[in-house]
């Protein structure tokens, strides 16, 4: 078992930067089963960016190109690097981490989550 924390969360305008970070506390190597999800007020949560069994990396369409997801050297932490931000990236951003079914080389349920870090995007 596994807790995720995240940090890096904060306000910005639009065009700027934030790297929002996750460690995942426990014993348990997580190795590819971890990702970043959201989700803005009133909506779904959405799939962000996450790795794929076979270490890819995917994206959501709408964050290609602008945001970089990455490993760590430490165990069990994540980043999300997210460049030329929108008002529509604002959002509270989840880790999510421990994966129970894989599907195509994509984690369909993440079993530990994390309390999430608020991302507010202003124009």
């Known amino acids: 078992q596994v807790q995720p924390v995240e940090s890096g969360g904060g306000s910005v305008q639009a065009g700027g930067s934030l790297r929002l970070s996750c460690e995942a506390s426990g014993s348990a190597d997580t190795g590819n089963s971890m990702g970043w999800f959201r989700q803005a007020p009133g909506k779904a949560r959405e799939a962000v960016a996450s790795f794929g069994l076979d270490s890819t990396r995917i994206y959501a369409d709408s964050v290609k190109g602008r945001f970089t997801i990455s490993k760590g050297s430490a165990k069990n932490t994540l980043y999300l690097q997210m460049n030329d931000l929108r008002p529509e990236d604002t959002a509270m951003y989840y880790c999510?981490?421990?994966?129970?079914?894989?599907?195509?080389?994509?984690?369909?349920?993440?079993?530990?989550w994390g309390r999430g870090t608020q991302v507010i995007v202003s124009s």
């Open positions: 999510a981490a421990g994966c129970d079914h894989w599907l195509a080389m994509r984690c369909m349920n993440y079993l530990y």
